[in-house]
């Protein structure tokens, strides 16, 4: 079931929880017949102390959520600008479009399962790596006239590229919320919710229902936010996605001669 599908349930079995457990209450615990103004207070303070604190959360983490799609892009990008250039040079072409078809094949296996887990980057990506700038030095000719040593600095600066944005990648999904701040949102929101139910007590039982339920829904997709941006690599739409990188291993592949495309080794 897709990740929306499941959440919207999420939301409605949610709702309707809290709708019962009101009515449910309200039918045992008699309602308060004068207003609490302190209560209105305090509601006012928490929930915009809650707010802020939620609005940081989301920040921060669609920063790095911003950030971990960007990196994709620019490393498919990088392998796939190194791999035309490496044409110019005839006497290492096997050697660096071979290793950079190897590493963009490894990313999806090895990095994609790690970065899920928040373990950093797979030793398997990082030998791949190490190939890759090892390829380049198989041509030991220095280069001839301007244009051909600048094509040679502009590859070696793709092949930089590469590891930037992978290390963007490894930070982006490293970072976390800390365990204080999760407790806060969640029991804040809770705590929301619970002042919401005290403050409604004059209204009629179905009426309070429905507010605190809507509350509590409201509340609930706010964390559903949070979660879904703390998982910048997560299994689920909108994610960061291995797709374009991928993508430009099976071009490479496409269009490798010889035993550039052949099957990399484990």
Avoid at 60 to 82: H, K, P, W, Y
Avoid at 176 to 181: G, I, T
Avoid at 226 to 254: C, D, H, N, Y
Wanted: contains cysteine.
């Amino acid at each position: 079931m897709p990740e929306a599908w499941v959440n919207g349930v999420i939301l409605v079995v949610a709702g309707l929880i809290v709708f019962g457990v009101v009515l449910l209450i309200r039918h045992r615990v008699p309602a308060a017949d004068v207003e609490h103004p302190s209560w209105s207070a305090t509601l006012s303070y928490v929930a915009t102390a809650y707010g802020v604190v939620v609005g940081f959360s989301i920040l921060f983490l669609f920063g790095q959520f911003a950030d971990a799609r960007q990196a994709v892009g620019d490393e498919a990008t990088s392998i796939g600008t190194a791999y035309e250039q490496a044409y110019l040079f005839p006497d290492s072409q096997t050697s660096i479009q071979r290793a950079l078809i190897c590493y963009a094949r490894a990313v999806p296996i090895y990095d994609w399962p790690a970065l899920r887990e928040h373990q950093g980057g797979a030793p398997e990506v990082d030998a791949a790596y190490h190939d890759l700038v090892v390829s380049v030095g198989v041509d030991d000719q220095p280069p001839v006239g301007a244009l051909h040593a600048g094509t040679a600095t502009n590859l070696v600066s793709q092949i930089g590229a590469i590891s930037t944005a992978r290390e963007t990648r490894l930070v982006t999904a490293e970072t976390q919320l800390p365990a204080m701040l999760w407790i806060l949102l969640i029991g804040g929101g809770a705590f929301v919710v619970m002042i919401i139910f005290v403050v409604t007590l004059p209204a009629k039982p179905t009426t309070q229902a429905v507010l605190v339920a809507m509350s509590s829904v409201f509340t609930l997709v706010l964390l559903l936010i949070v979660m879904a941006l703390s998982e910048p690599f997560g299994v689920g739409s909108g994610r960061a996605s291995p797709q374009l990188i991928e993508e430009t291993a099976a071009s490479m592949t496409s269009t490798a001669t010889g035993g550039v495309g052949a099957p990399c080794r484990p």
